[in-house]
């Protein structure tokens, strides 16, 4: 018994509990020893309006993005499962409750829908947790108590689970959720017992147990910025970033750090740049609207060269937008936000594992560049959920790489010394004879206003070409393809690179001869790599989550033809099929 | 019939005979199955060879479910229908939907007969109807080595041979109502024990079953009115009894199944049922009558549906299909309470 | 059978007929069942309805959070502006056209914290808008962070081991910015916030209505619908709005009465 | 009419405890509301108070539970064996998707059970009045007639003609359903008032109504049908031909006639099960009951049906005798098939003949019970073209003076409870014609409490079905025990779980509701909805709520009382506690202070 590849879907409406029968489902298949991929989007509204869709994609190898069949829908607002069955495959196991408060019309009913392929499994999901636990609030857990039952997964997966997520709730809150899941599993078990499915066994020989882990984007965020020895954190409530808040706001405080909430994004970035002035390594985590109130401070610390690490959790925009939904639109702010020439560093992780990544080099680059460093992810990469092993950090990759002045010059000391590299040493405050003033004024290399015009255009260019010498530092392009000419390069970054590598894989298995490259430093760029790769490819397409096809914007001026963009504003993650079916129309036009 | 909504209840050969039927000659009509098994028609007289070995799943069933879609009917599987409001032809299924319809067909089929002093032993015996049923008994006959067949119908005959061919020991009691609803006279009787003896099965002489009692999941105490017997699984075969329990006290006719005119018609107009759930009444039998048998249930699916366009199409009732018994000729065809 | 069938009926036609709920839009509420922002919502329009002024004069200017979603569900004109900025964006309103009748909406953390630095200057310049601040002590559209009138010491998962900061008092600060009309009202008792803000709105100049609320999803354990039963009552009758230092003394002693704290004396 | 007074209720432990502000409604509205609203109340033909009765139960206090039933129904053991169940019919468990009724029947019986040894009945005695009346027959109506007249003060004369009192219940019903001595200690609870009972003797031979005319201020007629209606075909005179009536009194009183192997009867009500279900004991082999409908037809309990099967009784349908056929004793029966064809205008279904469909059927014994019809008594006063006297349906009176008539006497075959109702009824309007004085008046009593009494979970309790004796060839072996084996205190107490308690009645407070759709969010079912209009019915009930889903026309959130299964949620989680629940009784209230 080969691959297991299957793809599940939670469905209800806010506050039916639909996110945490999901959060509980991808837990359980890790507990299982499947590699998950989970993404939950749900609406802005908190409950009783509004559709929550949990989907998880399960399976015996790494998963790089969510396909848009649905193998197993279950429903716990049928209303707003509607939208979901067109994705179904037609043999899917569609899980709804048998008895609604209200009888409802054919045309609004979920079973009268669905293809004759798949199989219902319809329960009383409410009534069973009423009987077993005297409310029907942990009809979810009953939901997939009888999807454990269809689909034999072992109980213990999920009690485990179950236990781990609801042990700080107190006994009465655990108990009454494992009597719910049980009450779904028991009916299961006696109910189901004629339609059993086997696509969810593990092949025997795969691990099974918990050595992996699963983590989100923002996690994998919070994980990174402490093992990276974040001293201070200064954040505001804002999706999908503040999750990041609460991670560290449990455990920054044992490690001797401190988790702030300040009143907003301007209060929050200004702290941030006081902290590392003052030596500390500080950070904050955004999202569009709380990025455009921090750029003013933002160009500040470029011309003062303070460090500072911004997150910017990416999400439907422009103003208050979409709150809840993905997208890359802000690269343009990130790399050109602010008044005047201002460089700055930009880097964008594509999955969980660079979140943590990308997220312990911003600190050492901060310090080593004097420079802010803005890490862009989005809403499909924060709420993301992967299992994998523990990411650690190593020894030199969270070391202290600020350039301290030396001791010649102490009591001589000029903050913003003309050097090749472009980096002046920098003292900390505290420390006697190296006392300077750092300026959002254009200032002279020890500090002092200055606006003649040479001192201007030698400082402006000091700035830049420190930036500039960032490169080396900066993680490189990767290329994924069997090398020499293609038909198609597909260019990628962000939270999309997974579905175009998905793309690109089938391509290949179908015969087509089809690259992908992935771009995470957004800038400084890699522009002779990029160039290079450009160059052995008929065609260039670059898919990305925004309407102005913001990274074509960037780099299509490095290939000798026009980029073909493949440019979405919808909200939703782009499918790995919309990508494989304009690589193929491309391929085909080719040759 | 006012309106486009055919509405067939039921997946057996009646119902799809009815709805290829009404697909062919009225193709403005928008036709719906709704199944309460989870898969689509199959032939339930193949069972016993699925049980046996001989064939695999697959090929009990009748047509893909792409065939459906190409023909326009919408199949509705694993959902079951538990009321039906005549006033305002509106179909209530289990999962609470109110389904509306112009037409009905009726065509739900029999369902294991379980004499009403036995009903209390339902839960120890085993019947052999539907494809579920079908996996239980490979499941059983797994694990188990002897099996008592009570009562004595179609089926029980084909699956008691199937049981020696698999190299089972069967025992067979032809319980007081054996070969139920056929009222056998003392030498046909003898004659056919007599065929089923030589056939390998041990023919046992009691006519009353008194108790069953579980030893463990694989074990059963038998007592009957001659004697006591530890068996490995007991199958209760006591024929069909019309499937309609959801009908009663909805305002049709039902003794045992639906009573309808010889047009296959019940008592409101554009609501016709057809097949093993239907009762007709037998001019030369002075009763009323089911049918019973695959073909039978294909032929009455397919008048209900001509005579639900506007046919008048007379469901003749000539008793002609045979039961064999080893030679035995035994006139199923009607029905005769003992 | 407090209400007899009669009475039921004769009411519901009452409310259908006496256009009780005409300034209310088509859109339902998304709040969750059980909010409190319903009680304040019944009370402003049955205000708007009793200040008899066309719809199309009224405009409703809100911040974000759960508070800010309120222009969708009156039928008056609506900006839902960003975070933090209902005051000063209404501010423009009333200045563009003073014949409006302007209010500003927003939760405690719209306008105490990013808000925060505005409400000095609109009590300052007594700009004639209405400011209903909806006060639940809960981030609750990014789900259950403490908002600056959190109390000290509030578990939540942005702080676990409890708040550390001291509580800011609305309704302290508007007094101490001299504002010129200060109310305290309960989302439980939507005829108070009726006559309150009607009385508010008439006044001429700023107003603030700082009204207590409650969040059912994510707050379970201070300014829950039992405690806020408990805890509020109404201004003792002898209170006399028109005195600032007995509205100090009242507002620094007693945190939970309602009703008109302040009102400065207008020439008629 | 509503007027607040104090109401002396007996708590839980058994204290007086007085509870002020309770309102006594005659209101029609309230009526029509209780109609609707406590349907098994409404349907039971005696208005028995069943939620309280079930909830008293439920609080293990089974002496107040039986004395509830007591109030209206004169024989609570006896009805909780033998009852008809209209009740069960309309509960509002039973609804489709709520699952099955409540077993309210079985829990009358426990209460009868399970109440202390020497339970003292409670009597509100009224003074006497030194008037005597005479009741003729001590069946169901008859005794029920006679308990309330001496309450009431009347001197009571009982008469009944065969030697032990009870009519259809000591002599129609067999032992295995109904235990004489349960029978007898409730009969001897009537008795105990000075009723004086003198049996043997038959009006209309012993005694003329005319000098009992003279010797009563009023003479009531209860006297059941006991003349057994023919088939009218021919050879029903056969031997072999036996009436189901008589058939089963001959066993009750251990004359019990030879029986062949093969039996056949004709009928479709108790009566026919009871002499099939005798007969299967008599050692009958093959017992079939011949009915001209379907089994929907028969007008017995499904429970009856379901243990006469079990006992190997067979039920053949659609056809009608037209012949018995046999020498010198019954042979056969001819039949005719029949097929059904509409109601008729009683609201029974057609079963007209089949012409050709003739058809024999052999057998030994015929037993015919098709019903059974009064016995004209000689009496002054207008009769029917039966010879029957003609009684006012809502007076009971005839048209001769202080002369009444009661029960099936007046109007035929109908059920026990439905007897008993009618005697009560007699009892109260001959007591109003001769002292022009209502000793009691059916009011709403309506008393607001905060308590919900329910558990959700509890309405997922499956129904505790009836044990009884098994295997079912056990009950053939005398001496023929009780086939229910009635419930133990534990099951009794659990089905009255299942109890909704209807007669809680949840509202919403209009001016204080804040329309935040926090009750809509926990409801169980559809039965807190959005209105825009509530719509009235003549007697000022509510007929119908006008739902809208546009949100600018919601006028009000309202509770539709129908739909309630009164869990309570909506009330435990108002944040406006704008949700109040009330106790809304239909109960007898005595307009005179009687004695205790």
Known sequence: MGRVDVTMEVCGMAGDGTIAAGGLLNEAMSAGGFSVLGFDSYPA??????????????????????????????????????????????????????????????????????????????????????????????????????????????????????AKKFKAKGSRVLDANIKSFDAGYAYGLEHFSDRLRDTLKPPPGIKTGPEKVMLSGNLAIGRGALDAGLKLYFGYPITPATPIMEYLAARLPEKGGRVVQMEDEISSVGAVLGGFYAGARSMTATSGPGFALMTELITHGVMAEIPAVILNAQRGGPSTGLPTKTEQSDLHAAVFGGPGDSPRIVIAPTDVEECYRHTVMSFQLAEKYQTPVIVLTDFYLDNRVENLPMPQATES??????????????????????????????????????????????????????????????????????????????????????????????????????????????????????????????????????????????????????????????????????????????????????????????????? | MAGDHVVIIGNGPAANEAAMTLRERAPEFRVTIVGREHVRQYKPHLLPALVAGKITEEDLFVRSIAFYQHAGIKLRLGQEVVDVDFDTRRIILAHKEVLRFDGLIIATGGKPRIPEPLLVFQDVMMTLKTLTDARSWIDKLARVDCVLIVGGDLTSVAFAKTLVSLGKTVKFMVDEHGFWPLHLGDETRQEVARRLASGGMELVPCRKLRGLARLSADEIRVETDCGRYTVGAVGAFFGLVPDVRFLVRSGLYIEKGVIVDENLMTRYDGVYAAGDCAQVYHPTLRDYWVSIGYRNAENLGRIAALNLIGGKVRAETAPESIFHVDGVDIPTSWWAEI | MKTSARDLARKVQGIGEAKTFEVRSSELPTWCPGCGYFGIHHGMNDCIRKLGIPLHKVVTVSGIGCAGRYPFFTKTYGLHTVHGRAVPVATGVKLANPELTVYAVGGDGDGLAIGGGHLPHVCRRDVDINYVLFDNSIYGLTKGQPSPSSPQGMKSKASPMGTTDKPLNPTLLALSYGASFVARLFAGDKKMISDVLLEGTKHRGFALFHIYSTCVTFDKSYKTWENLKKWIHPLPETHDPTDLRQAFDRVLEDDWSVGVIFKREQPE | MRETSTYLYQNMNNEREAIRDVVYSTDPADFSYMAVNVPCQAACPAWTNVPAYIRCLYESRFDRSYEI?????????????????????????????????????????????????????????????????????????????????????????????????????????????????????????????????????????????????????????????????????????????????????????????????????????????????????????????????????????????????????????????????????????????????????????????????????????????????????????????????????????????NLYVAGDFMTGPTTVIESI??????????????????????????????????????????????????????????????????????????????????YLHYEIDIEACIYCRYCIDVAPRDCIKLVKEVVLDESGGVKRLVETTAWEEVNAVVIDNERCIRCGACLRVCPVDCISVSKMELVQRTLEAGRD
């Not at chain 1, 750092?438 to 020890?446: F, S």
């Open chain 4, 69 to 401: 039933n007591r109030i209206v129904n004169v024989l609570p053991g006896v009805l909780g064996r033998i009852c008809s169940r209209p009740c069960e019919d309309k509960c509002r468990h039973g609804e489709r998707e709520l699952g099955q009724p409540v077993n309210i029947c079985h829990i009358k019986r426990a209460a009868s059970d399970f109440k202390e040894r020497g339970h003292v009945y409670l009597e509100q005695l009224f003074a006497p009045l030194g008037k005597s009346v005479c009741v003729v027959g001590a069946g169901p109506a008859g005794l029920a007639a006679a308990h309330d007249l001496a309450v009431v003060g009347f001197e009571v004369e009982l008469i009944e003609a065969l030697d032990t009192p009870g009519g259809m219940l000591s002599s129609g019903i067999p032992e295995f359903r109904l235990p004489r001595d349960v029978l007898k200690a409730e009969i001897d609870g009537i008795l105990r008032l000075g009723v004086t009972l003198r049996t043997g003797v038959s009006v209309g031979t012993d005694v003329s109504v005319d000098e009992l005319l003279t010797s009563h201020k009023a003479v009531l007629l209860a006297a059941g049908c006991y003349t057994a209606r023919q088939l009218e075909v021919p050879g029903e005179d056969l031997p072999g031909v036996l009436s189901g009536l008589r058939f089963v009194m001959d066993v009750n009183s251990g004359r019990a006639p030879m029986l062949g192997k093969r039996v056949l009867v004709l009928g479709a009500g108790f009566t026919a099960f009871d002499c099939a279900r005798l007969a299967l004991r008599l050692g009958a082999d093959d017992v079939a009951i011949c009915i001209r409908g379907t089994e929907e037809d028969l007008r017995v309990t499904q429970d009856e049906i379901h243990e006469a099967k079990r006992e190997g009784v067979h039920i053949r349908a659609l056809m009608v005798s037209t012949r018995i056929v046999g020498q010198n004793r019954v042979e056969g029966i001819e039949f005719l098939r029949t097929r059904l064809e509409g109601t008729r205008s009683d609201g029974r279904r057609k079963a007209v003949p089949v012409e050709g469909s003739d058809f024999c059927v052999p057998t030994d014994t015929v037993i015919v019970a098709v019903g059974q019809g009064p016995e004209p008594i000689p009496a002054p006063g207008e009769k029917d073209r039966r010879n029957v006297l003609k009684g006012d349906p809502v007076t009971f009176r005839t048209s001769a003076p």
């Open chain 4, 421 to 502: 109702a009618s005697g009560r009824r007699a009892a109260e309007r001959i007591a109003e014609d001769l002292t022009g004085r209502k000793f009691r008046e059916w009011a709403v009593r309506v008393q607001d409490t905060s308590v919900t009494d329910r558990e959700r979970e509890w309405d997922f309790i499956p129904r505790h079905e009836m044990p009884t004796v098994l295997p079912a060839i056990e009950r053939f072996q005398p001496p023929q025990p009780e086939v229910e084996g009635g419930y133990t205190p534990e099951m009794a107490h659990e089905e009255a779980k299942r109890c909704y308690l209807c």
């Open chain 1, 45 to 162: 509204e908190i409950r009783g309006f509004g559709r929550c869709v949990t989907r998880s994609r399960v399976g015996t190898e790494r998963i790089l993005a969510l396909v848009d069949k649905t193998n197993v829908l279950i429903s716990l607002d049928d209303v707003q499962s509607h939208s979901r069955v067109p994705y179904l495959a037609w043999d899917a196991a569609v899980f709804f409750d048998s008895n609604p408060p209200v009888y409802v019309e054919e045309e609004m009913s979920l079973a009268a829908r669905v293809e004759p392929g798949a199989t219902l499994f319809a329960f009383p999901m409410a009534d069973l947790a009423a009987a077993a636990a005297g409310t029907m609030r942990g009809r979810n857990l009953t939901a997939l108590g009888g999807f454990a039952a269809a689909f034999s997964v072992p109980r213990d997966l999920f009690i485990e689970v179950i």
């Open chain 1, 397 to 591: 990759e969270i070391a202290d790489a600020n350039e301290y002045p030396d001791e010649s010059v102490r009591g001589a000391y000029k903050r913003y010394l003309m050097t090749d590299s472009g980096i002046s040493p920098r003292s900390i405050p505290g420390t006697e004879g190296f006392t300077f003033s750092a300026t959002g004024l254009e200032h002279v290399e020890k500090g002092t206003p200055n606006y003649t015009e040479d001192n201007h255009m030698s400082m402006t260019e000091k700035r830049h070409r420190k930036i500039a010498g960032a490169l080396e530092d900066l993680p490189a392009p990767v290329e994924y393809s069997r090398g020499g000419p293609l038909d198609v390069g597909v260019i990628g970054w962000g939270s999309t690179f997974g579905a175009i590598l998905e793309a690109v894989n089938i391509a290949n298995e179908r015969g087509l001869n089809v690259g992908a490259l992935k771009i995470t430093s957004i800038f400084p760029f890699h522009g002779g790599v990029i160039r290079a790769f450009m160059n052995r490819c008929s065609e260039v397409l670059i898919p990305e989550l925004n309407y102005e096809g913001q990274l074509a914007n960037l780099i299509d001026h490095l290939h000798h033809k026009d980029v073909v963009r493949l440019s979405r504003a919808t909200g939703v993650p782009i499918s790995p099929s919309l990508i494989l079916k304009e690589i193929e129309t491309l391929a085909l036009a080719g040759a």
